[in-house]
Structure formats: structure tokens, C-alpha cells
């Protein structure tokens, strides 16, 4: 299985990273799948959103084994964030194309994003920036998107603005790996963010 990495943060929080190669055959069967999770995969008609789908939660499933955590597998919340089955910790999910990403905490709130590198993201910059923030480097976009996708899923409201609620402190462009705060209301959370294989990975470490 192509698990590409379980990396600990602390003792309580580790993230994974899955290049997903397999067929879908390979990946139901790889799967155990937990309460109500099959009717829901049947649920999903297209192909590739089921390979996403399962990949990410055989990481899931692999960062709770290297945390010692029992995996039964996940649900979601009225706001649509996955849980954990039968457990209190956190867990945040994220997947584009042909890497599927999770990060557990037994305690605290988490989040993750992955996003390829790509010009599209320019096209909707003002969907998350105000333009005294815009900059055509790609790359640079792609790393606001990924530390505000990750503040929206540590914030767990809904409703919240992207570009209005979640505040990124300036970081300057050109980095292949960097770290910021995001500030969403009184909360303030550090942001870890990497370049790997032309995609852009973060979540936060605090």
C-alpha cells in the first residue's frame, strides 16, 4: 500500500500521507468499513471520489494504529466534518487528485489540507484574499488557500468567510516550506505548510 508517511507531531497528534496508485477493487478490499460507511460510498457515483474516499480513510485508519487509537471508522457532523466512530478525538481529511492526507489529535481540534499546484487557483483568488493580497505566483496562492482551508476546517462553523473570518499572517512568497498564524475570532492557530510533489500540504501544530 502506498502509505507514504505517518509522521507524529507530539504524542497525541500524527499526520499521514497516501499516494493513491490502487484500483478501487484494491481499495474496498483493503477497507474494513465501519457503520453505515458502505451504504455511504454507494452513495458516490463517480469513480475516482470513491478511490479519494477510501484512500483517505485507510490513513485515517493507519495514523490511529501509530497513535495506539482503535479505528472504527468515520462519520460526519451536521457541518459536514468527519469524526471519529466510537472515539473523542479529532481527526481533519483532505484529498486532491492523487494524494489522500488525515491528522488525528486525541485532544484538540485539527486541520489539514492538500491541494495541487495549479494556475486555476488565480482565477478565484477573490474568493479567499482581498486583492491588496493577490500576488500571481502560483505557488504562493496555493499555500493561502491550503492555510485557510485549514483554519475553515479548525473553525467548524458555518457560515464563515473564507476571506473575512480567517486571517493569515503575511509570510513571503517563494517558500517550499514555511509556517504562519491564522487568526479565526480570539482563536489563533500556527500553521505548518510544505511543498511536496508539485502539491501543497498544511495543517496546524499548535
Known sequence: MPIITIHNLNKNRA???WNIQEALPALEDAYTFGINEEEYLAHISHPHKKQEWLASRLTVGMVCDHLQMPYAGTSKMPDKRPYLCEQNGHVSISH???YAAAIIDKNKPVGIDIERIDSK???????????????????HMTQYWCVKE????????????????????????GLVQGETHIHIGALTYKILFFEYDNY???????
Open 15 to 17: 499526520w499521514g500521507l
Open 96 to 98: 486532491s487528485h492523487e
Open 121 to 139: 487557483i488565480l482565477a478565484i483568488r477573490k474568493k479567499f484574499l482581498f486583492e491588496e493580497e493577490f500576488s500571481e505566483d502560483v505557488r
Open 150 to 173: 485549514t483554519g475553515y476546517k479548525l473553525a467548524g462553523e458555518k457560515g464563515i468567510s473564507l476571506k473575512e473570518d480567517i486571517i493569515v499572517e503575511k509570510f513571503e512568497s
Open 200 to 206: 501543497i500540504l498544511a495543517f496546524n501544530i499548535d
